[in-house]
């Protein structure tokens, strides 16, 4: 079967067409990045306005490039939820009258779900259930996913994102000011500068060491790092918009941080799904997944975790982590294949957006 996607919950207009043999057919993705780093966060009708204005050409470009027309598709797949209500609401209405016009069912697809099938598209010997662990600009969420459909959300952030926190340092630190680092992301320019500095440099501090649930926080690490950098302007008596010395060092340190507090909060949901054999023996692979996960660095200590712990790690290519329209479309490959949620083009009305949308069944964590 085929399944064209979409995807507009936040800042990436995409497309994608993709067949249950693993096949991206075609796809097309226009990011809003660039914009929204001039204007020093997402302003949500700018978002939709730049949506309204990408989407046509989006979703033909990648009709054109599968050479496939809407009548040979099985589905049409769109991210309802969670996301910013305008954005989502621009790619829900091109997917319903694409299903109008050509009679194909629609299929609503969870977008952080869809982050962590992605792997499954990936990974063909991938078999349900597995652990997945979701870092991206608006989550940090660790769950076991049961069934397409089943997701126990064993823990989540209670404050901040990873991503958010590390897109706020990097406009801290002016790096889309840095020539090298001018056509990157918060997430990336840190990776990126963090190569040139030391880890050791700045102690940020652990946090939640005492908590025994399998949540993360990242409010603290977020706010030591504001005061570490207040500290070096004042120190060189610099204003916020100039670039400090020891801005690698900051970088290096913040990532080091961030990816000590992951570590250790997953080695103890690992430790938690053993003592409560959640998880059959021969399913010990964990997907990391979400924009936070391209980063490299978090990668290979996520990897001696899985070690540690006899876990199989599987993380899906950068471009695959970050928002697209292809893992909608394979969401969507996933739920046809399985006959769940899919809506007649008649029966449009019963699809809606929600802004905000848990992930599947939260349980007692200890
Ligand atoms: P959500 O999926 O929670 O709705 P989102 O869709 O905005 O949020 P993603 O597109 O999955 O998030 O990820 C974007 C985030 O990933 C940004 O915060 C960005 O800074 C971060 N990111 C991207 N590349 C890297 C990298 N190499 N290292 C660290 N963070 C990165
Ligand atoms: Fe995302």
């Not at 075609?26 to 989407?55: M, T």
């Not at 060189?236 to 990532?255: M, R």
């Amino acid at each position: 079967s085929k399944v064209l996607g979409i995807e507009t919950s936040c800042d990436d207009t995409g497309c994608a067409i993709v067949d249950s043999d693993r096949n991206i057919l075609g796809e097309c993705l226009q990011s809003q990045q660039q914009i929204h780093l001039d204007f020093g966060g997402i302003i949500p009708p700018v978002a939709r306005d730049l949506h309204k204005q990408n989407i046509n050409n989006v979703v033909t470009e990648a009709l054109q490039q599968a050479q496939v027309s809407l009548n040979e598709l099985d589905a049409i797949a769109v991210t309802v939820k969670p996301g910013l209500p305008l954005s989502l609401l621009v790619g829900m209405n091109t997917a319903k009258e694409l299903s109008k016009i050509s009679r194909k069912p629609l299929i609503p697809i969870h977008h952080m779900e869809a982050h962590a099938l992605t792997a499954r598209l990936v990974d063909k010997n991938l078999k349900l259930p597995f652990v997945v662990l979701l870092l991206s600009g608006g989550h940090c969420l660790l769950a076991v996913v049961n069934k397409i459909n089943e997701f126990l959300l064993l823990g989540q952030s209670i404050d901040d994102a990873p991503g958010e926190a590390l897109d706020k340092a990097a406009r801290r630190l002016q790096l889309k000011n840095m020539k090298e680092f001018r056509y990157c992301c918060g997430g990336q320019a840190i990776e990126k500068a963090a190569m040139k500095g030391d880890p050791k440099a700045f102690d940020l501090g652990t946090f939640m060491t005492n908590y025994k649930d399998c949540n993360f926080s990242y409010s603290g690490l977020k706010n030591a790092v504001r005061m570490q950098i207040l500290k070096s302007e004042k120190k060189h008596e610099l204003k916020g918009d100039e670039i400090i010395p020891e801005v690698y060092d900051l970088c290096a340190s913040f990532q080091y941080a961030i990816t000590k507090h992951i570590c250790t909060r997953l080695q103890r949901g690992f430790e938690f799904i053993d003592r409560t054999k959640l998880l059959p023996e021969i399913n010990r692979t964990l997907v990391v997944s979400g924009g936070v996960a391209s980063n490299m660095f978090i990668r290979k200590h996520l990897n001696l975790v899985c070690d540690n712990m006899n876990f199989k790690l599987v993380v899906p290519p950068p471009r695959l982590c970050t928002d697209n329209g292809i893992m909608i479309a394979w969401n969507g490959i996933e739920k046809f294949n399985e006959n769940l949620d899919i809506y007649t083009y008649d029966n449009l009305d019963k699809v809606d957006i929600q802004s905000k949308a848990p992930l599947g069944k939260n349980i007692s964590q200890q």
